[in-house]
T-cell receptor, first 117, second 114 residues
């Protein structure tokens, strides 16, 4: 079974600075999908960015980018020019393409990011 | 607007009193799923459904039931709730096509069982 590990429970960043959130995963599969979700105080789960394992190029979405290291099974999220609205809990998630009918996401425990003004 | 809705958003109940949390999506998605979120544990899958009348257990199904009589609806049923089912619940849906099968989440239901 796949596992996702987010070892840092909390991080803090100064507004306008850059922060990197770490995520590692364990799998024996060669193809899979990785995601970062943001959960603000409203509790809504918001997809931030996704990465297909077969793509070597790191995904980017505006101020958000990932550092995908397939051999190391590492998938970190970089937030540039941090804004107050980035304060939230962030979850790393894994999805296997080989689970048949079940498209389940396997989540890490999450990391709480605070942004200092 | 494409969305997943859940009701109620907040619920406080007592042990043993049956309850249902409804979930509905308007995107004609085949796949629907329920997760629960607990502090320090992330989100874990309870049940999922790949289409009408097709459901199966996820990782933590004990104490829950589901049904899928219509494509758009996927209610979560707690027949005899217990305090260890106090949690934040999310319904999610996705299409079966598309490379990444993005899952769309509902707004969450905060359940407290006393």
């Amino acid at each position: 079974a796949q596992t996702v590990t987010q070892s840092q429970p909390e991080m803090s960043v100064q507004e306008a600075e850059t922060v990197t959130l770490s995520c590692t995963y364990d799998t024996s599969e060669s193809d899979y999908y990785l995601f970062w979700y943001k959960q603000p105080p409203s509790r809504q789960m918001i997809l931030v960015i996704r990465q297909e394992a077969y793509k070597q190029q790191n995904a980017t979405e505006n101020r958000f980018s990932v550092n995908f290291q397939k051999a190391a099974k590492s998938f970190s999220l970089k937030i540039s020019d941090s804004q107050l609205g980035d304060a939230a809990m962030y979850f790393c998630a894994y999805r296997s393409p080989y689970t048949g009918a079940n498209s389940k996401l396997t989540f890490g425990k999450g990391i709480t990011l605070s942004v200092r003004p | 607007e494409a969305q997943v809705t859940q009701n109620p958003r907040y619920l406080i109940t007592v042990t043993g009193k049956k309850l249902t949390v409804t979930c509905s999506q308007n995107m004609n998605h085949e796949y629907m799923s329920w997760y629960r979120q607990d502090p320090g544990l992330g989100l874990r899958q309870i049940y999922y459904s790949m289409n009408v009348e097709v459901t199966d257990k996820g990782d933590v199904p004990e104490g829950y039931k589901v049904s899928r009589k219509e494509k758009r609806n996927f209610p979560l049923i707690l027949e005899s709730p217990s305090p260890n089912q106090t949690s934040l619940y999310f319904c999610a849906s996705s299409t079966r096509t598309g490379a990444s099968y993005e899952q769309y989440f509902g707004p969450g239901t905060r359940l407290t069982v006393t």
